[in-house]
């Protein structure tokens, strides 16, 4: 269930930062609502990952997923372009956190 847990949080948090451009400074209020509730179902989630796994193995998870996915949510939604030194970050990131679920004996499998 950890593994549930933790994407639900990231899911989360990746719509309350979709939505935080939206709010425009927390003045529009349902983007605001958004931004509020995604971020506390977020963090919520990652509260009950975090009771079987450690904390910086499901931080670096959870911030390298919400790192990629939000870039490519800005990029196909909000118009953000992605150039060539980006796009391999992004990949150095799920890269990284791909090594860290495959063959880290920090994590719980």
Do not use: C
């Amino acid at each position: 269930m950890q593994w549930f847990f933790l994407s639900v949080a990231i899911v989360s948090e990746v719509v309350a930062t979709s939505a935080l451009k939206a709010s425009n400074g927390f003045t529009q209020f349902w983007p605001s609502i958004v931004v509020v509730a995604g971020y506390a179902v977020a963090f919520f989630f990652l509260s009950l990952a975090l009771r079987t796994l450690s904390v910086g193995i499901a931080y670096a998870i959870w911030s390298g997923a919400g790192i990629v996915l939000i870039s490519l949510v800005a990029w196909l939604f909000l118009g953000q372009a992605l150039d060539g030194p980006a796009i391999l970050g992004l990949a150095l990131i799920v890269a990284g956190v791909v090594i860290l679920n495959v063959f880290s004996r920090s994590t719980v499998h």
